[in-house]
């Protein structure tokens, strides 16, 4: 289909859903955190992946997607908790 017509009807568009984009996130810090100073040039890398990746998510939110249902947002503090663990071990892991 043209994604013209898919804009024209959202309701064939798949619903968002944000767990992926999270895990990407996350685990891209776990290695950054943990493994990024055997190469010190994989934190420029890791900027350009997620500045790209926000791009095409951005396509993927306005073109592909259907609008979220307003609403609070879920599972937020479950992977805040899961990045401060990550980070806190990291900086044991570096400091060993």
């Known amino acids: 289909a043209d994604v013209a017509d ?6 064939e568009l798949d619903e ?3 767990f992926n ?4 996130m996350v685990t891209q810090f776990g290695y ?16 350009l992946s ?5 791009r095409s998510d951005v396509f993927h939110m ?4 259907r609008r979220p249902f307003p609403g609070a947002p879920a599972d ?8 401060e663990i990550i980070g806190y071990g990291g900086a044991a892991w570096n400091v060993a």
């Open 50 to 54: 997620n500045y790209f990746e926000a």
């Open 16 to 18: 968002w859903d944000d």
């Open 6 to 11: 898919l804009v024209d009807r959202p309701e």
């Open 76 to 83: 937020v503090a479950t992977w805040r908790r899961t990045i």
């Open 21 to 24: 984009d999270w895990l990407e």
């Open 62 to 65: 306005c073109f592909c997607c």
């Open 32 to 47: 950054l955190v943990s493994l990024g100073w055997v190469v010190p040039i994989t934190f420029q890398w890791a900027f």
